[in-house]
């Protein structure tokens, strides 16, 4: 009897073992989602701006909306570069998509925090107007030129541009507008005057009124002043904190950055209706006609770093605060 006790009491305690164990391992597996079948997945922040360089994003946006991404992602589009930099700064968005002098000036605001993953737009800026007479960039004399993005990419190109035809600063006047819809009113109300808007603002602009004409196309008068080379409009960017941590994760969104650009170019009525969808354009006949016209894309490792570091010497050498003072350091170009 004492002997069948024995075995009883045995078969108890290792009974209460089994549970014990089993109940860590469930425990293990809800909080590691290590070993059990399960990936750990990322939720990854990406702040962008209301126009082209979010175009490039669409279809990975929508994709994600249906669960269908490797990684969660939660999206913020703004109408500002600086409404988004401070949220990098503080750590409260992992990937954002911004003007490339902006994403140099970041670098050196954060002391190397941030990092370039890829070009996602490049010349989408033309100047339209109405009844007035521009042939060429010298016929800008004397005129007052309205526009976004005080301190970005817009106008440190046409600045540089104006500079190398021979413009002095008291030549001109740039008036700045808060949103591109702004610019286009001004033009609406005044045949006369001179904008600059980039796609697809600047397609809407010219359904709305029919007297405005594109009458510049900025990328290509640069490419004059540089020898065929074009501009860097937009670049994505990432904290390096973030890159550190998640590479694997920061690969996964390039890639899925990539298709989304494919996407787009490829399927444009698609993509019209999802920058409807997104508020970016209202009508989906203005952005199928302007997508085409975005030069959105998805360039990285060496061909990004070229191209950008390029871009970025110029603005430089012509006005240094418009980088942040210098050009990055090679640390900045995320070549995977």
Same mark, same amino acid.
């Given at each position: 009897?004492?002997?069948?006790?024995?075995?009883?009491?045995?078969?108890? =305690?290792?009974a209460?073992?089994?549970a014990?164990? /089993?109940?860590?391992?469930?425990?293990?597996?809800?909080? &590691?989602?290590?070993?059990?079948?399960k990936?750990?997945?990322v939720n990854?922040?990406?702040g962008?701006?209301?126009?082209?360089?979010?175009?490039?994003?669409?279809?990975?946006?929508?994709?994600?909306?249906?669960?269908?991404? /490797?990684h969660?992602?939660?999206?913020q589009?703004?109408?500002?570069?600086d409404?988004? %930099?401070?949220?990098?700064? $503080?750590? !409260? %968005?992992?990937?954002a998509?911004?003007?490339?002098? @902006?994403?140099a000036a970041?670098?050196?605001?954060?002391?190397?925090? @941030?990092?370039v993953?890829d070009?996602n737009?490049?010349g989408?800026?033309?100047?339209?107007?109405g009844? +007035? !007479?521009?042939?060429?960039?010298?016929? &800008?004399?004397?005129?007052?030129?309205y526009?976004?993005?005080?301190? +970005?990419?817009?106008?440190?190109?046409?600045?540089?541009?104006?500079?190398?035809?021979g413009?002095?600063?008291?030549?001109? +006047?740039? !008036?700045?507008?808060?949103e591109?819809? !702004?610019?286009?009113?001004?033009?609406a109300?005044?045949?006369g005057?001179?904008?600059?808007?980039?796609q697809?603002?600047?397609? /809407?602009?010219?359904?709305?009124?029919?007297? &405005?004409?594109?009458?510049?196309?900025?990328?290509?008068?640069?490419?004059?002043?540089?020898?065929?080379?074009g501009?860097?409009?937009?670049?994505?960017i990432?904290? =390096?904190e973030?890159?550190?941590?998640?590479?694997?994760?920061?690969?996964a969104? *390039?890639?899925?950055?990539?298709?989304?650009?494919?996407?787009?170019?490829?399927?444009?009525? +698609?993509?019209?209706?999802?920058?409807? $969808?997104?508020?970016?354009?209202?009508?989906?006949?203005i952005?199928?006609?302007?997508?085409p *016209?975005?030069?959105?894309?998805?360039v990285?490792?060496?061909e990004?770093?070229? /191209? *950008?570091?390029?871009y %970025?010497a %110029? &603005?430089?050498?012509f006005k240094?605060?418009l980088?942040g003072g210098s050009?990055?350091?090679?640390?900045?170009?995320?070549?995977?």
């Open positions: 009897m004492k002997v069948k006790r024995d075995v009883e009491k045995r078969r108890g =305690k290792n209460l073992k089994s014990v164990l /089993a109940a860590c391992a469930v425990f293990l597996c809800a909080v &590691l989602s290590v070993g059990c079948g990936q750990e997945t990854v922040r990406v962008s701006l209301k126009g082209p360089t979010s175009m490039g994003i669409l279809f990975l946006m929508e994709k994600a909306r249906q669960g269908e991404t /490797a969660g992602y939660e999206f589009m703004v109408t500002g570069a409404e988004l %930099l401070p949220l990098m700064v $503080k750590g !409260e %968005l992992d990937i998509l911004v003007p490339a002098n @902006v994403a970041l670098y050196h605001k954060t002391e190397g925090g @941030v990092a993953i070009i737009t490049l989408v800026l033309y100047l339209v107007t009844t +007035t !007479e521009i042939t060429d960039v010298a016929d &800008l004399r004397g005129k007052t030129i526009l976004t993005g005080k301190g +970005t990419t817009p106008e440190a190109s046409l600045r540089y541009l104006l500079q190398k035809n413009f002095a600063e008291g030549d001109y +006047t740039l !008036e700045f507008k808060s591109a819809a !702004e610019v286009a009113a001004v033009l109300q005044d045949s005057a001179v904008g600059l808007l980039p697809p603002f600047v397609t /809407a602009a010219l359904a709305q009124n029919e007297e &405005l004409k594109v009458v510049l196309d900025i990328n290509e008068e640069w490419k004059k002043v540089q020898d065929g080379s501009m860097v409009t937009g670049v994505t990432v904290r =390096k973030f890159l550190e941590e998640h590479e694997d994760v920061v690969k969104f *390039l890639e899925e950055h990539r298709e989304s650009t494919e996407g787009i170019n490829q399927d444009v009525s +698609t993509g019209a209706s999802l920058a409807v $969808k997104a508020g970016i354009v209202a009508k989906e006949p952005a199928q006609k302007a997508i *016209l975005c030069n959105i894309t998805c990285t490792g060496e990004m770093r070229q /191209a *950008l570091r390029q %970025l %110029l &603005l430089a050498d240094a605060e980088t050009v990055p350091g090679e640390d900045f170009y995320y070549i995977p």
